[in-house]
C-alpha cells in the first residue's frame, strides 16, 4: 500500500477572522423548523397524544380526542404526500454498492469538495480529484487519487477520463463542484475576460464533464449519480453577481434539461441527477460576500452540504437540496408581484450583500479590468 500522500491546500473552509459567536448566533430559522419538525409536525409525537388520551380513556366523541386524531392524520397525510412526491418526481433509488464506485470531483483540492472528497476516501471509495492546482500545492488523504485538469477543456477531460479508467475503474459519481471565484463587481466595471472565465468554470465546464462522463455511466451495471452544485444566487441574482448569477442560473438550466432527458431517453431509472443550491457557505469562495440576515440566511458549514450530497448519493435517490430552509422557498419568490418582490429584497439585504454594489460609470472599466 503506497504512503499516505499528504499535499497543502488552501486555508480551511471559514471566510472570516475567528471571533467568539454571541449565543443568539446559534438561533435560525432552521433550527427552529429542525425541531419543529421533530416534535410537533412529525407523525410520531401526535400519534403518541392520541394514545395516550386513549390510555386515560378519553371518549372518542371528546373534542380533545377529535383534535388529537385530525391533527395525527393530517400530518402523517403530508409525510406519506412528500414520499410520494418524491417517488413520483424521481423515480425509485438506484442500487449503490460503495465497493463498485468511482466518484469523480470537479474543483476537489480545497472547500466543499475537498471535503466530500476525504469522506469517500475514509469509505474506501475510488476518488479522483479534479482540479487546476498544481498537484505540489493540494493536500489529499490516501486513498483520493489528484489529477491535474483544466476542466472546461474537453480535450483535457477524455485524457483525464482514459487515466481514471486505467488507475481507478468506470467513473459512477460525478460531482461538479468547481466555481470561479466570485469578482463582486457591477455589471460596467465587469471585463469580459472575467465574465467569460466565470462562465467557462461554472457552466461550460459542466457542460463538457457531464458529456464526457456520463456514457460511461449509462454503460455501467449500476448506472450512477450526477451531482451539479448550482447556487440560490441563480434564482436570486443579486446586484454586483452578473456573472456568478448568469452562470448558476444556467447551471440549474442545464441540470433540469439534462433530467428530463434521461426520463424521456427511460434512463433516468439508471442515471440519477442531484441538484444542490444552497445559500451562502463558509468557504473561500464567499470571502467577499456579507451574511444580510443570519436568522433567516445564515453561513452554511461544509460538512453540513457534504453530509447531505453524500447521503443522497449513497441513498441511490435523485432530487434537488436547498439549504438552508430559505433555499426552500425561493421557488415561491418567482410568483410574487412585482412590488412585493422589491420590498423582500430590500427587507432581506440581498442586493447590498457584496462590496462594491454601486454602478460605476463605463469609463472606469479599464481601471476595474487593470485590478483583477
Not at 378519553?58 to 377529535?66: E, Q, R
Not at 440549474?252 to 451562502?280: C, F, N, W, Y
Request: include cysteine.
Amino acid at each position: 500500500m503506497p504512503p499516505t500522500k499528504r499535499i497543502l491546500t488552501t486555508a480551511a473552509p471559514r471566510t472570516t477572522a475567528s471571533q467568539t459567536p454571541k449565543w443568539h448566533s446559534a438561533l435560525t430559522l432552521d433550527l427552529v423548523l429542525s425541531v419543529l419538525r421533530r416534535t410537533i409536525l412529525h407523525p410520531w409525537p401526535a400519534w403518541i397524544l392520541v394514545l395516550s388520551l386513549r390510555a386515560q380513556v378519553t371518549p372518542v366523541t371528546d373534542l380533545a380526542f377529535i383534535i388529537a386524531t385530525g391533527y395525527a392524520v393530517l400530518v402523517t397525510l403530508v409525510a406519506i404526500a412528500g414520499v410520494v412526491n418524491a417517488r413520483v418526481a424521481y423515480g425509485l433509488p438506484r442500487t449503490v454498492e460503495l465497493g463498485e464506485e468511482v466518484v469523480v470531483i470537479t474543483g476537489g483540492a480545497s472547500g466543499l469538495g475537498l471535503l466530500i472528497a476525504e469522506i469517500y476516501a475514509m469509505r474506501g471509495v475510488g476518488v479522483a480529484v479534479l482540479d487546476l492546482k498544481d498537484e505540489r500545492e493540494v493536500e489529499l488523504c490516501e486513498g483520493v487519487e489528484y489529477y491535474t485538469c483544466d476542466v472546461g477543456s474537453r480535450e483535457a477531460l477524455k485524457g483525464v477520463l482514459v487515466r481514471i479508467e486505467k488507475e481507478l475503474g468506470t467513473p459512477t459519481v460525478l460531482i461538479n463542484c468547481a466555481a470561479a471565484r466570485i469578482n463582486g463587481l457591477p455589471l460596467l466595471s465587469l471585463s469580459a475576460e472575467a465574465f467569460q472565465k466565470t462562465i467557462q468554470t461554472n457552466l461550460f465546464a459542466v457542460f463538457h464533464t457531464c458529456q464526457t462522463f456520463l456514457p460511461r455511466m449509462l454503460a455501467a451495471p449500476n448506472g450512477g449519480t450526477i451531482v451539479n452544485v448550482s447556487s440560490v444566487l441563480g434564482q436570486l441574482c443579486p446586484a454586483g453577481l452578473a456573472d456568478y448569477s448568469t452562470s448558476k442560473a444556467g447551471l440549474s438550466a442545464l441540470h433540469r434539461t439534462l433530467e428530463a432527458e434521461l426520463r424521456v431517453s427511460g434512463d433516468d431509472e439508471k442515471v440519477k441527477m442531484i441538484l444542490v443550491e444552497p445559500g451562502q457557505v463558509a468557504t473561500p469562495l464567499f470571502a467577499s460576500v456579507k451574511t444580510p440576515n443570519k436568522f433567516i440566511a445564515p453561513v452554511l458549514e461544509p460538512v453540513h452540504v457534504a453530509r447531505e450530497i453524500v447521503s443522497a448519493i449513497e441513498e441511490g435517490r435523485g432530487g434537488v437540496i436547498r439549504l438552508p430552509a430559505y433555499a426552500t422557498m425561493v421557488n415561491w419568490y418567482a410568483v410574487l408581484p412585482a412590488g412585493l418582490q422589491r420590498l423582500a429584497r430590500f427587507l432581506s439585504g440581498v442586493d447590498h450583500a457584496v462590496a462594491p454594489t454601486t454602478t460605476q460609470k463605463s469609463h472606469d472599466e479599464p481601471k476595474a479590468a487593470k485590478t483583477e
